[in-house]
Structure formats: structure tokens, C-alpha cells
């Protein structure tokens, strides 16, 4: 679409709880980096006290491990992006708080047009196979709008888009942790990485 050698910043901005999303934003990353992107991948903190944390399994253990490898999200880090991509497990069909909360930060950058003419994209994590995955991406379109990025979806852009995944974006199912992400949802991962990598090193060229 462009050429390789036009830097380009992506941010992804995820949350998770149970590693199901972040397998898709590693993917997205490895797909960005091969387009020539330079990514930076962060993590929603919790929004909760350690408390509340502790009745559900595993929960506490999965922030630490995660939180470890990756840092929060700033409104530096989208400031510097020419591109993000966030991603999110489902909340009733809806964008989880934690990474709301990050989005929710960036009302300054929003007053000085900051994001505008960027691009943004999205992802999202399941427990039913159609349990709002769908929804979830397009939800998150709203916020896009608002910040006056360019959106970018998937469609059937790349013919993986036929097998796993949707047009609005990449998405994964675990069955209440019970399934993994297949291979094919990783494919589309990989190629959201990429398209958003290509799209956002053009829109950089116009701003
Ligand atoms: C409060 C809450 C609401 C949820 N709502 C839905 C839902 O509407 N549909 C669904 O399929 N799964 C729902 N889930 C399951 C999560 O979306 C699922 O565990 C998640 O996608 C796993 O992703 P993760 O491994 O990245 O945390 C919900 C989970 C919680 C805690």
C-alpha cells in the first residue's frame, strides 16, 4: 500500500483478564512489526481493589503475570501513535471498564484534536461463540468516531476473514476458558496487525 521505509507508531491498548485478548494483541503486534511498524503494546490496569479481585479464580495471579510484561497505557503513548488498535474482553456484548477507564483519559487529547485523522481499530475476546463479539468491536467504533479517527476494519480483506474473526475486527472465543485461540483467529490477528500498519503510515502522510 505504502512503502515499508515511512515510520509508523502503533499503539496497542488492551485489557484482559484471562489471556484470551492478549493472545490476539501479541499477534497483532507480530503482524505490525513484519509490516515494518513500531508497536508499543500496553495493558488496562484493573479498576477494582485486590479484594473484589480475589473472588474470581485466578484473576489476581493473571494481572500480576500480565501487568509484569506489559505497562499501562498512557495518553503519551496515543499521542505518539500514528495508529491504535484496542482490544477488549466482552462485558455484556460492551467494551470492558478497564480499558474504557484508559479511553476515558483522553479527553484532553480529544479537546486538542489529537487523535484526529489517525488510525483506529479493534478487537475483542468472548466467553460464547456468539456471545457479542460483534457488538463489542462496534461499540468501540463509537469512541473512535468521537476522537475522529479514520476506523479501520477488516472486512474480507485477506481471505482468513471467510474462516475466523469478523469484518469489524479480530475476535477469539474461550468457552469459559475452555478453548484456545485457534490458529486461524491468530491469522487474523496477524492480518489486523498489518492492515492497520498500512493504513495508518498512509493517513500519516495526509496529516
Ligand atoms: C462481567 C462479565 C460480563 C461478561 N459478558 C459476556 C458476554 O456478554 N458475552 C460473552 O460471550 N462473554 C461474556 N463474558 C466472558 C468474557 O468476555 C470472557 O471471559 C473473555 O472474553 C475472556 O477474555 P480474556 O481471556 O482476555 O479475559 C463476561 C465476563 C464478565 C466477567
Known amino acids: 500500500m505504502s512503502?515499508?521505509?515511512?515510520?509508523?507508531?502503533?499503539?496497542?491498548?488492551?485489557?484482559?483478564?484471562?489471556?484470551?485478548?492478549?493472545?490476539l494483541a501479541k499477534e497483532i503486534q507480530a503482524g505490525a512489526e513484519a509490516a515494518g511498524a513500531s508497536v508499543r503494546i500496553r495493558r488496562a490496569r484493573e479498576i477494582v481493589s485486590r479484594d473484589i479481585m480475589a473472588k474470581s479464580d485466578g484473576w489476581i495471579e493473571n494481572a500480576d503475570r500480565m501487568n509484569a510484561l506489559y505497562e499501562a497505557?498512557?495518553?503519551?503513548?496515543?499521542?505518539?501513535?500514528?495508529?491504535?488498535?484496542?482490544?477488549?474482553?466482552?462485558r455484556f456484548g460492551n467494551v470492558s471498564s478497564e480499558l474504557k477507564?484508559?479511553?476515558d483519559s483522553?479527553?484532553?487529547?480529544?479537546?486538542?484534536?489529537?487523535?484526529?485523522?489517525?488510525a483506529g481499530s479493534t478487537f475483542s475476546?468472548?466467553?460464547?461463540?456468539?456471545?457479542?463479539?460483534?457488538?463489542?468491536?462496534?461499540t468501540m467504533y463509537n469512541f473512535l468516531a468521537?476522537?475522529?479517527?479514520?476506523i479501520v476494519p477488516l472486512?474480507?480483506?485477506?481471505p482468513v476473514l471467510f474462516e475466523a474473526g469478523t469484518p469489524y475486527g479480530a475476535t477469539t472465543y474461550s468457552l469459559n476458558g475452555n478453548r484456545p485461540v485457534?490458529?486461524?483467529?491468530?491469522?487474523?490477528?496477524?492480518?489486523?496487525?498489518?492492515?492497520?500498519?498500512?493504513?495508518?503510515?498512509v493517513l500519516k502522510t495526509l496529516r
Open 146 to 150: 468521537h476522537l475522529g479517527m479514520i
Open 73 to 90: 497505557p498512557t495518553t503519551e503513548d496515543a499521542e505518539w501513535a500514528d495508529g491504535v488498535i484496542f482490544g477488549t474482553p466482552t
Open 182 to 201: 485457534s490458529d486461524k483467529e491468530l491469522e487474523v490477528a496477524r492480518f489486523q496487525g498489518k492492515r492497520v500498519a498500512e493504513v495508518a503510515r
Open 101 to 103: 477507564a484508559y479511553v
Open 125 to 138: 475476546s468472548t466467553g460464547a461463540l456468539h456471545g457479542g463479539n460483534e457488538s463489542t468491536n462496534i
Open 3 to 23: 512503502d515499508m521505509q515511512t515510520p509508523v507508531n502503533l499503539l496497542i491498548a488492551f485489557y484482559s483478564r484471562d489471556g484470551h485478548t492478549e493472545a
Open 106 to 118: 483522553m479527553g484532553g487529547l480529544w479537546f486538542q484534536g489529537k487523535m484526529v485523522g489517525k
Open 155 to 158: 472486512g474480507y480483506a485477506d
